[in-house]
């Protein structure tokens, strides 16, 4: 029973403790709607509506769940290329994240085992990499643009690629791929002598000396880079839908913005958070079961 009452608030009331209280700091802090009546010089009357608090324009819980409401409860709907669901949203984001982060981990695992097992490689290659690692992903997609511009890749299934998909997904890749990249070298470099010198008593190939010894030794390190990876890569595809206007959260976001529908944009918001939070749990999980294995 004592265990019982510890796991419902460390895990339940505690998180609805915090909610509630951002909200009542959303509340606080947002604007309110006073509406007047008055006579005009006809003498009809007229409502006047005006809003006021420390941020005037910002609307409260309740007006942005009013406005929000139908992206919620209809969250595959679609009306328009730039009108549906915040679900179908979602999913499109999340499309081209999976691609983009698969690259980025095809790209940056091999990168990293070479940094970290070849002194050659890294003085040649360290700096280079050290230099283009802070670039934003608003400097990568003009140039993805430039280079896929006129590309058009077309799979078996039938799906086609346009340069802005292709562009999108080569930001994803080359900005998500550095902290696999610098994590999977450093655990390469943290890798115990006597492992390796164990390996060439028993004369292993290289490729099992790889799978054996250095990729299980590895493999905490690299989930780190992994977890890292995969939350830039969803903070990627938002400025990139949002640069592109391709339809996905970040899309939606700026065309709400430039609507000045700011219900929305906290939508968005919110959206972009609990889908980092989920993915990054999800990748929680997949690394205990690697661990358990």
């Known amino acids: 029973m004592h265990w019982f009452h ?75 290329e730039l009108d549906q669901g915040i679900l179908r949203f979602t999913w499109l984001s999340l499309v081209l994240v999976a691609q983009g982060y698969a690259l980025a981990l095809l790209l940056g695992v091999p990168v990293g085992f070479c940094l970290g097992l070849s002194k050659t490689f890294a003085k040649m290659f360290d700096p280079i990499f050290q230099v283009l690692r802070p670039v934003s992903p608003l400097a990568w997609l003009p ?43 450093v655990g390469v470099r943290a890798i115990p002598q006597d492992y390796l010198n164990v390996a060439k008593v028993l004369k292993l190939s290289r490729t099992k000396t790889l799978f054996k010894v250095l990729l299980p030794a590895t493999l905490p390190y690299m989930f780190t880079g992994f977890r890292l990876s995969l939350g830039i ?4 595809i938002v400025a990139a839908e949002m640069l592109t206007g391709r339809p996905g959260v970040g899309g939606f976001l700026w065309q709400q913005y430039n609507a000045l529908s700011y219900a ?20 929680s999980l997949v690394e205990a079961r690697f661990k358990t294995a």
């Not at 998180?15 to 010089?41: F, R």
């Not at 799979?155 to 999977?184: D, H, K, Q, R």
Request: aromatic letters at 10%; proline letters at 4%.
């Open 6 to 80: 510890r796991f419902k608030l460390d895990s339940f009331l505690y998180p609805l403790l915090g909610i509630g209280l951002c909200l009542l700091l959303w509340y606080g802090v947002a604007g309110k709607s006073t509406v007047t009546q008055t006579k005009d010089d006809w003498g009809d009357t007229v409502t006047i509506t005006k809003r006021h608090g420390l941020s005037a324009d910002l609307p409260t819980p309740a007006e942005t769940w009013e406005a929000s409401r139908s992206y919620v409860l209809e969250p595959f709907a679609k009306r328009g």
């Open 143 to 185: 140039l993805g643009m430039v280079l896929f511009l006129s590309a058009k890749v077309e799979m078996p299934g039938g799906t086609a690629y346009t340069a802005s998909e292709l562009a999108a997904i080569f930001t994803i890749a080359i900005c998500s791929m550095w902290p696999t990249v610098l994590n999977t070298a």
């Open 233 to 236: 890569a969803w903070l990627v």
């Open 264 to 283: 929305h944009i906290i939508l968005c918001i919110l959206t972009i958070g609990i889908v980092g939070f989920i993915l990054d749990r999800m990748m």
